[in-house]
Structures are given as structure tokens and as C-alpha cells.
């Protein structure tokens, strides 16, 4: 029966693994947010890996309970133990490296200490004494824990947030093995039904929360972490709720209660130390609060597609540029294929080590700077370039002429496609000047106009969490990967200079979803003639905003700059007091990182991924959109108190340090490597080419 016993735990342990990799690739899958919402839990019913580890589990916890009934305790608990080991191993074949020390170790802790905590327990003696309402001592007080565990979880994020939801969703799942065994014990017994009842209960909201917490974990963070909190803390929990409430072992001595508290400090140690270690990360998600990354992949020739490149001037295309020459940096071959520049007296950027093919590009209607390929004009020499190229991979940045015909070629030749989505379609309305009554029809169309373009990429990027709920907030159906867009931050290193009068700094385009009017207005509310506000940027609503300034009065308060160079950008920076960015289409604005770089608070709408950057209180203040008094009074706050506005711009490059372009250039390098066809792939598609020949 031992061997039997054993045979099942080890078959169990490997369920467990298993089940806990693809359930947690199926959160992943499900939703990019690390908030497990409503929405997130209907797509993971719907999702094969999700539902696939849900069966792993059932089976898993099925023979680890038949393996329970043939041995006892201390001989099958410590093999089930090997689960987050084995967790660990999977993910490093999934990511194709060899597990860190830090990460064996703390495996081989996790499974040391608790197998020796389970040993240790099991070996004493029965006979204690049960205490009177055992049942409900053992809910309200782990019930407390678990709350405690659920609003650290609710109040942070990324790792702290993985591990309290994990030990939360552990010390739930402790619960409910106590009150399965109370309630054992009471049938057996009394058998009231009152109390049967409630334990019945206890242990339906148990598991309920429980499930929830470590689905929460898994959007949080890796699956070795999950899986070892929980294996650590769920016996934890229900050992020494037995042993105090239930009677299931006297008191014990001196010396076994010190052993029991190493091998339990042992397992947590190994839990801190799997949370620790920094591991790539995995294609279907990435987290907005990034971790230091060291990838070895081999060079590849990349061709990146962009509809606008500099010296065109928007985010777009400042990312599309670092992102080229970070590439090349590594020691990639890349070339970036775009619109010519319609701006022929500026001159155009030096990219070092970057290969960049123009095609012809005509002015559209809609905006004096957006330019535009003609599709039928681009097609076929775009074809014949990349026949020559023979890139491994096409990365489109966005859905434009220039991405839909490089997406037509990629499928045609069989080239893996990545996808980043810069663009809200509903942000595109301050353009058209299309009429109101229109737009929610327009906005349904453009929504699934774009779902279908990002459909046809092997992987789907955009620059952070908010940006990637919106797609699947609007059905769009696959994985998104967040990925920061990046900034070069010793380029924007804090001055400690300002200008001689207090000054307030907008950086953007001057279109209609940037909301400088509510800037205007709060500077004409803020009773400081002295104050004054820099606008840098250009766009088509500029000339408005500058006869709007003239009515409020504040011509000789208000600069408008227009476009600027580069280090007239960077000594704009320097010299204001605070940052403001009422725009309420943000998708992460680098302008904000780069402020927050040069050690400037912010003052920005609670809107869109704004939120992600300006942390209350700390890096600066966020405001309601539109509400124009309330922006009033936070930037004149930051105004009043200097001391105040340098302590939350050294909080903002703090912050803002975790979005380093070799960072970013380095999770690209991962998500190219993840849509690189394996060896079977390829077989498969050389017979298949063979046979048609």
C-alpha cells in the first residue's frame, strides 16, 4: 500500500505542476489586467489551457487524496511538496533557460522545509483537546488573515501583489482541509445539522475565495511562486488548526516546536526566494512594474513598419526610432520600412546601425502633418524588398496602410508578425471633426476594423495594461502583451535648476483630445500672475488655443512654442516647476515619463494609463478630467510648496527608472524569439512545400 501510496503522490505532484503552468497561462491569456475582474473569469471558462489545468488540478487533488487514504500523512504530504519544484522546471523548458540558483534553491526550501514540517507534525502523538466552537474560531480567525492577505493584494501590485493573493488563496485552502476534517468529526459524532450546515458553508466560501485569490496570483505573477505559497501555507494552516482547535495533537515540546518553526520559516524562505528571482517573461503577458531582464538570443534581421517615423513628431514614431537602433545596439540587422518625410527642410535623424527604406507618401486632408502611402503604390515594391531582405521577423507599429500591406506580405511568405497598437480609434474623432450622433456607430466599426488587423499577428503588443484591457475590453479574442514603450533615462537627468518664475509645462500634439483649454483655464483660476505656462507641440487646434489664451488674458503668461529640437525639449524639461497632462487618450505618454525623468512632478487627468505613472501623493497629483478648478488647485499646491514638488519629482524617476529603453528592447527580443517557428514547424511546412511541388 506504501508503494502504492507513493506512487500516487508523485503522479499527483506532477498533476498539480502541470495544472498550475497552464491555469496560469490561461489567466494570462484571459486578461492583461492584474485585477481578476468579472471579465477575466469568463474568458478563462472559455479558455482551453485554463479549463485543461482545471481538469490537471481535479485529478492531481484526487490521487493526492487517494494516496492520503493508503499512507499516512508524513510519507505522502512531502511528495506533494515537489509540486512548485516541478513548476519551476516546466518554466524553464517553456523560456528555454536553465533555472537561476536563487530559484533552485528556493524550490528545493520550499520542499525541504514543508516536508520536514509535515514529518515532524505527523510523528506526534493524538489525544489533545477539542475546543468548543472550534469551527467557527478557525473561520473567523483565518477568515481575518485572508482578509488582510486580499487587501494587500488589492493595494499593490506585481510581485507583493502575487504573493499575498497566493499565501491568501493557501491559507484559504488550509481552511477548508480543517473544516472538512471538524465536520468529519461531527457527523461521526453529534450531528447537529445547524453546525453540519455551517461548516458546509464555510468550506463552499472557502474554496470560492480561495480559487479566486491564487487565479488572482497567477495574473500577478509566476506559477512557481503560486503554486509554492500554496503548497507551504495550506498545510501550514490546516496542521496547526488541527492540532490547536481540533485536538489532533497535545501540546508540544520545546524542542518540536522549534524544529516545526525552522522547517516553516525554511519553506517561506524558499517562497520569498522564487519570488525574487527575476525570470523572463513568458509571451502571452508582461507587467507594467518591469523587472531587469538579461536575454541571450541570437541576432536576427528585423523589419519594423511604421506609418510614421521621425522626423515625423509623436509617440509613435519616438518609439518606432529607439526601438530600431536599441535593436541594432544588441547586434540585430534592422531595417524599417515608412512613409518619406514630408517636411523636406528637416533633416533626418541619425540612426546608427539602423537601415531605413522610405516609400512615397502624400499629406492627408485630415491633419497638416499625417501623411500617408498609397497602397497600391507600395505594394509590389514592398513585396520585392522583403523577398530581398528575408527578415525573421515583421514588427508593424500599427494598422495603417504601411501595416496592412507589410501583414499581407508576412502571411503570404510565411514571416512571423508582431503587432503594437499605438491607436484608440474614438481618439481619431478630434481629426475627422465627425459629428457627435455618428460616433458610436463609427467607433464600433473602427474597434472591429482593428481587432481583425490584430488578429492576423502571431503577438500582439501594446505600451501598457490599460492598453491592452482596452482590446479586450473590446473583444478582440487573444493574448496582448504590455510592453513600455521606454525612455532613454540618463538623457533626462534632473537639473535641480528652474525658471525665475514659477512655470508649468504641457508637451504634445495641440489636438483636440490633449485638453489644453482645461490648462488655460486653471491658469487664469489660479490667482499667481506670476506664474507662468510653456506649451511645446504643435497641431491643429493651436491658433484656437492661442486666440482662447488671448480672451482669458494670460497672452503674456502663455508661450507656445511649437515644434522644438531636441535639447530645446530637454532645457523645457529642466527648467519648469511642474508637469501637467490634462490629455484624457493617453496610452501610457512618454512626454509624462520624460518629465518624471527629469525629476518633475505631475499634475495629470485620471484617464486612460495615466494613473499607471502619477501615484497621489507621491509623484504628483491626478485630477478629474475636465475638472478645472480641481487642476487649479494641485498645480498651484505644487507651486506653493517646492519642497513638496522635489521630493515627488525624485519619487517620479524613481518610478519612471523601471521603463529603460534595454529594457523594453529586451522583452522585445523575448516576444520575437516566442513567435520563431520551431524545427517541427518548419519540417512540417518544407514537406508541405515539397508536396505542392
Same mark, same amino acid.
Given at each position: ?21 497552464? @491555469? ?10 492584474? =485585477? ?40 505522502? @504530504? ?14 524553464? !523548458? ?22 520536514? *514540517? ?62 472538512? !476534517? ?106 507594467? /512594474? @518591469? ?8 541576432? %536576427? ?42 517636411? $523636406? ?66 502571411? %503570404? ?11 484608440? $480609434? ?52 487573444? $493574448? ?11 538623457? *533626462? ?69 511649437? *515644434?522644438?529640437?531636441?535639447? /530645446? ?18 496610452? @501610457? ?25 502619477? %501615484? ?46 534595454? /529594457? ?14 520551431? =524545427?517541427?514547424?518548419?519540417?512540417? /511546412? ?8
Amino acid at each position: 500500500m506504501i508503494a502504492l501510496a507513493i506512487s500516487f503522490a508523485a503522479v499527483a505532484a506532477v498533476f498539480l505542476a502541470l495544472a498550475a503552468r497552464l @491555469q496560469h497561462r490561461g489567466v494570462r491569456a484571459s486578461g492583461p489586467s492584474e =485585477r481578476v475582474g468579472l471579465g477575466t473569469i469568463a474568458a478563462m471558462l472559455r479558455n482551453r489551457q485554463w479549463l485543461s489545468g482545471s481538469a490537471m488540478l481535479g485529478a492531481g487533488t484526487g490521487l493526492h487524496l487517494v494516496a492520503l487514504a493508503l499512507a499516512p500523512l508524513a510519507v505522502v @504530504q512531502p511528495i506533494g511538496a515537489l509540486a512548485p519544484a516541478l513548476t519551476t522546471v516546466l518554466n524553464a !523548458r517553456a523560456t528555454g533557460r536553465r533555472p537561476s540558483r536563487s530559484a533552485i534553491a528556493g524550490a528545493l526550501a520550499v520542499a525541504g522545509g514543508i516536508g520536514i *514540517f509535515v514529518v515532524v507534525s505527523a510523528q506526534q502523538p493524538v489525544g489533545g483537546t477539542t475546543v468548543r466552537y472550534a469551527e467557527s474560531i478557525a473561520i473567523g480567525l483565518i477568515g481575518l488573515l485572508v482578509a488582510v492577505a486580499a487587501t494587500i493584494a488589492w493595494r499593490t501590485n506585481g510581485r507583493i501583489r502575487c504573493l499575498s493573493s497566493a499565501v491568501g488563496g493557501g491559507m484559504a485552502f488550509g481552511l477548508v482541509s480543517t473544516l472538512v !476534517r471538524a465536520g468529519a468529526q461531527e457527523f461521526f459524532a453529534a450531528q447537529r445539522i445547524p453546525v453540519l450546515l455551517g461548516t458546509a458553508v464555510g468550506i463552499g466560501v472557502a474554496v470560492t475565495v480561495g480559487a479566486y485569490l491564487v487565479q488572482q496570483a497567477y495574473s500577478s505573477g509566476a506559477s512557481d511562486v503560486v503554486i509554492a505559497a500554496v503548497t507551504v501555507f495550506d498545510p501550514l494552516v490546516s496542521i496547526g488548526l488541527g492540532a490547536a482547535l481540533l485536538g489532533e495533537t497535545p501540546a508540544p515540546t520545546s524542542g518540536v516546536l522549534a524544529l516545526e518553526i525552522l522547517a516553516a520559516a525554511t519553506a517561506v524562505a524558499g517562497i520569498v526566494l522564487l519570488a525574487r528571482n527575476r525570470v523572463a517573461i513568458e509571451p502571452v503577458s508582461a507587467h507594467y /512594474e @518591469q523587472e531587469t531582464l538579461v536575454t541571450a538570443v541570437p541576432p %536576427r534581421r528585423i523589419l519594423i513598419g511604421a506609418d510614421t517615423f521621425p522626423p515625423d513628431i509623436n509617440g509613435a514614431a519616438n518609439f518606432g526610432a529607439r526601438l530600431a537602433m536599441g535593436l541594432a545596439a544588441r547586434g540585430h540587422d534592422v531595417h524599417v520600412i515608412c512613409p518619406q518625410t514630408i517636411q $523636406p527642410d528637416v533633416p533626418l535623424p541619425a540612426l546608427p546601425g539602423v537601415t531605413v527604406h522610405r516609400f512615397p507618401a502624400y499629406l492627408t486632408p485630415i491633419h497638416p502633418t499625417l501623411s500617408t502611402c498609397l497602397p497600391w503604390q507600395i505594394a509590389g515594391p514592398v513585396d520585392a524588398l522583403i523577398d530581398e531582405l528575408r527578415p525573421d521577423v515583421i514588427h508593424v507599429q500599427a494598422h495603417f496602410v504601411m501595416g496592412r500591406v507589410l501583414a499581407k506580405v508576412a502571411r %503570404r511568405r510565411q514571416v512571423p508578425l508582431v503587432a503594437t497598437n499605438h491607436f484608440v $480609434p474614438d481618439n481619431a474623432f478630434g481629426y475627422t471633426r465627425m459629428p457627435k450622433w455618428t460616433r458610436s456607430s463609427l467607433s464600433k466599426l473602427a474597434w472591429s476594423d482593428l481587432n481583425r488587423f490584430l488578429r492576423k499577428a502571431n503577438a500582439v503588443t501594446t505600451p501598457t495594461p490599460r492598453a491592452a484591457q482596452l482590446l479586450t475590453d473590446h473583444h478582440l479574442g487573444q $493574448p496582448v502583451v504590455p510592453i513600455s514603450c521606454g525612455i532613454d533615462l540618463d538623457h *533626462f537627468k534632473p537639473s535641480g535648476g528652474t525658471s525665475v518664475e514659477p512655470t508649468i509645462l504641457f508637451v504634445g500634439r495641440l489636438d483636440e483630445e490633449k485638453r489644453v483649454p482645461d490648462l488655460l483655464r486653471a491658469l487664469a483660476r489660479m490667482e499667481r500672475p506670476d506664474v507662468r505656462l510653456e506649451v511645446v507641440g504643435d497641431g491643429g487646434c493651436r491658433s484656437e488655443w492661442e486666440a482662447l489664451s488671448d480672451r482669458l488674458g494670460l497672452a503674456s503668461r502663455v508661450t507656445f512654442h511649437g *515644434f522644438v529640437s531636441d535639447d /530645446e525639449l530637454t532645457a523645457a524639461y529642466a527648467r519648469c516647476d511642474v508637469f501637467c497632462m490634462p490629455s484624457t487618450a493617453e496610452l @501610457q505618454s512618454l512626454v509624462t515619463m520624460e518629465a518624471m525623468a527629469a525629476g518633475k512632478p505631475v499634475v495629470a487627468a485620471n484617464a486612460m494609463a495615466l494613473p499607471h505613472l502619477v %501615484r497621489p501623493g507621491k509623484t504628483g497629483w491626478l485630477f478629474e478630467p475636465g475638472d478645472v478648478d480641481e487642476l487649479a488647485a494641485r498645480v498651484r499646491e505644487l507651486i506653493d510648496d517646492p519642497a513638496t514638488a522635489t521630493r515627488m519629482g525624485a519619487a517620479g524617476r524613481r518610478l519612471v527608472a523601471q521603463h529603460g529603453i534595454d /529594457e523594453t528592447v529586451a522583452r522585445y527580443e523575448q516576444v520575437y524569439e516566442s513567435v520563431q517557428p520551431t =524545427r517541427s514547424r518548419v519540417e512540417r /511546412e518544407t514537406r508541405r512545400l515539397v508536396r505542392a511541388a
